[in-house]
């Protein structure tokens, strides 16, 4: 299993600033990804991080909104830029090594954008 | 379109009865499936998985049904504790370098005492 150590766990931000989430994994992983959980929703896979190069975005989510950077095997970020309410959600970072279909979930961050 | 699909938003259960929750899929491709639990404020944490090549895969209370045919599973809780009460999400995945899950809306199960 992978310990998965996500901040901030919460933050109230003003529309219009960028946020940047930080995912600290405590073992080398080969693949990480971004997840979204809005209110009574489902997980929503933001993109997958890669290291060493741009990260796979998902349907209807792009770089310049959410850009992610994953410089190593321990650690990604993902930046919530130009806010605004309707990015208000739980984000949360994910890992799973490529051969387990097991997936380890950080705590989340808990974002309000007012 | 939603390929993981949980229909009951909650069930509730009275402490040592069993707690079926029940997950239905579209997409044939996905070939493994996952249960996690959610605390509030927590991250998801993983319960027990199966794979398309099996029906049923058991861990202590804990014990997951796939039919293929019907493109449903369901994860079963035998004795329910009061300290299962959360969010299960049932969760899908294709076999492959870059597999990701798709997962369902979730069931928040409350377990009387």
């Known amino acids: 299993s992978a310990v998965i150590s996500q901040k901030p766990s919460r933050d109230i931000c003003q529309r219009g600033t960028s946020l940047t989430i930080q995912c600290q994994v405590d073992s080398q992983v080969t693949m990480m990804f971004w997840y979204r959980q809005q209110p009574g929703q489902s997980l929503t896979l933001i993109a997958t991080?890669?290291?060493?190069?741009?990260?796979?975005?998902e349907s209807g989510f792009v770089i310049d909104k959410f850009p992610i950077s994953r410089p190593n095997l321990t650690f990604s970020t993902l930046t919530v830029s130009n806010m605004s309410p309707e990015d208000s959600s739980i984000y949360l970072c994910?890992?799973?090594?490529?051969?387990?279909?097991?997936?380890?979930f950080g705590q989340g961050t808990r974002l309000t954008v007012v | 379109d939603q390929q993981v699909k949980q229909n009951s938003p909650s069930l509730s259960v009275q402490e040592g009865r069993i707690s079926i929750l029940n997950c239905d899929y579209t997409?044939?491709?996905?070939?493994?499936f996952l249960w996690y639990k959610k605390y509030p404020a927590e991250g998801p944490t993983f319960l027990i998985s199966i794979s398309s090549i099996k029906d049923k895969n058991e861990d202590g209370r804990f014990t997951v049904f796939l039919n293929k045919s019907a493109k449903h599973l369901s994860l079963h809780i035998v004795p329910s504790q009061p300290g299962d009460s959360a969010v299960y999400f049932c969760a899908a995945g294709e076999t492959g370098a870059n597999s990701k899950l798709t997962f369902g809306k979730g069931i928040t199960l409350s377990v009387r005492p």
């Open positions: 994910s890992a799973r090594q490529k051969w387990n279909t097991e997936a380890f």
């Open positions: 997409n044939s491709m996905f070939d493994y």
């Open positions: 991080a890669n290291q060493g190069s741009e990260a796979t975005y």
